[in-house]
């Protein structure tokens, strides 16, 4: 049965965390796993935490996958490996390792690796919709498979990394967020790093070569004739790090090519804002993961709650 939009939470979770699900290059990779109780073989989705590619963990925001695991599904927040680590597509290899331990060992929690989302905020909303382009990655291996997935929401993310995105200005008028302000980062990075070196960092190159060219071709704005999933893309109007223009060109280009997207601006939230976190934008999160993932699981009958003020959809 399909939940109605904007429908409350109803179910208890389980944690099962630091689960070891791959060691590329040598790196050990940890998962944590959040379970709805009673609910057969759930749908998963796999969160993808932020940081500018370079710090954060799973652990990151771990209340916002417990939320989202009380709408019945399971919830998959991984580490990915940091830039400082390795670059692109090391980070696309590790989503696609997940993919394939849930296919294979993941299957011991009874999950459903065949209806599979990926969500991710800010750098990990980057790396979500870059993943759903599948092979377009550059220099992965040419059996990297395309991750398998139905569907993919973006909390204020960055999808044009080149010069013309960087037109795209920030809220000058916000406070950058004290979790960036106040975040240890790896030494001899500047702090805050701006954004030219943290995706020439990414791409494994020096900030002073990096070149619209090597931007272009991970950035999702760029490879959006290779995304052919639902999206749905949520970012604040006041966001102080990555403009909301960002999310707007985003959903633009996928409708112009006739892609399913939903946009959501939330009016005066800002980067990693609390209004992410809220019951209500939890459940819209919740019900557009429930549509495209089509959800089979008995769901009790109750009052619906009421959108959020949704601004442009599909």
């Not at 689960?19 to 050990?28: E, K, N, Q, S, T």
């Not at 909390?155 to 302000?181: N, Q, V």
């Not at 892609?259 to 800002?270: C, D, I, M, S, Y």
Request: glycine fraction near 8%; aromatic fraction near 6%; proline fraction near 9%.
């Amino acid at each position: 049965m399909r939940t109605p939009v904007g429908q409350p939470a109803r179910y208890e979770i389980q944690s099962c965390p630091d689960i070891a699900f791959g060691r590329p290059g040598g790196h050990v990779l940890r998962l944590d796993l959040t379970l709805p109780i009673d609910v057969a073989a759930p749908a998963v989705v796999l969160y993808l935490h932020g940081g500018g590619w370079m710090i954060g963990s799973r652990k990151s925001h771990a209340a916002r996958a417990e939320r989202l695991a009380r709408h019945g599904f399971a919830v998959a927040s991984i580490d990915y490996r940091p830039s400082t680590a390795a670059p692109l597509p090391a980070q696309i290899i590790d989503i696609a390792t997940a993919l394939e331990w849930l296919k294979g060992p993941g299957q011991a929690f009874g999950v459903d690796a065949t209806r599979v989302a990926l969500w991710g905020a800010s750098a990990g909303a980057h790396l979500a919709l870059l993943a759903a382009t599948g092979a377009a990655i550059p220099r992965a291996p040419h059996d990297l498979p395309g991750p398998p997935v139905q569907a993919v929401v973006g909390y204020f993310g960055c999808y044009d990394l080149t010069s013309r995105g960087d037109l795209d200005r920030p809220d000058a008028g916000s406070p950058i967020p004290h979790e960036i302000l106040e975040q240890d980062w790896p030494a001899g990075v500047p702090a805050p790093p701006s954004s030219r070196y943290l995706r020439a960092r990414l791409l494994g190159v020096d900030e002073s070569t990096v070149s619209d060219r090597e931007l272009a071709a991970i950035s999702p704005f760029a490879k959006a004739h290779d995304i052919h999933v639902p999206v749905f893309l949520l970012h604040g109007t006041r966001d102080s790090v990555t403009s909301v223009q960002q999310s707007r060109r985003m959903a633009q280009e996928l409708r112009r090519r006739g892609e399913t997207v939903r946009l959501h601006l939330l009016e005066g939230a800002n980067h990693e804002d609390p209004a992410f976190d809220t019951e209500a934008t939890i459940a819209e999160v919740a019900a557009f993961l429930h549509e495209h993932l089509e959800r089979s699981c008995h769901t009790p009958s109750l009052p619906a709650m009421p959108y959020n003020k949704e601004i442009d959809s599909k």
